[in-house]
């Protein structure tokens, strides 16, 4: 079973950064697709970013030029390093993953406010 954990969320101030990790278990599983996707309240769960297994990513267009994922094989971890945030990205993100794609984990707050 493919455990997925989420770290690295708190709050912010518009134009501050923060680091997502998302740690899964077993290692191997990390370096399938891994995506990041998040929740503001009142609102639908939507994509933010992908890494593929051929390290290939892909984003939302509310974030291109802002967010970047990577990968840390190392740690067995996704990154997602948010810059100049706002606002607006105030949600609690998950990451999602696994063999089959169809794996989440609990959720990370972000909250961003001054």
């Known amino acids: 079973q493919v455990q997925l954990v989420e770290s690295g969320g708190g709050l912010v101030q518009p134009g501050g950064s923060l680091r997502l990790s998302c740690t899964a278990s077993?290692?191997?599983?990390?370096?399938?697709?891994m995506g990041w996707y998040r929740q503001a309240p009142g609102k639908q769960r939507e994509f933010v970013a992908a890494i593929y297994s051929d390290g290939e990513t892909n984003y939302a267009d509310s974030v291109r030029g802002r967010f970047a994922i990577s990968r840390d094989k190392s740690k067995s971890t996704v990154d997602l390093q948010m810059n100049t945030l706002r606002p607006e990205d105030t949600a609690v993100y998950y990451c999602?993953?696994?063999?089959?794609?169809?794996?989440w984990g609990q959720g990370t707050q972000v909250t961003v406010s001054s």
């Open positions: 999602r993953g696994g063999k089959s794609y169809n794996n």
């Open positions: 077993p290692e191997h599983f990390s370096l399938y697709a």
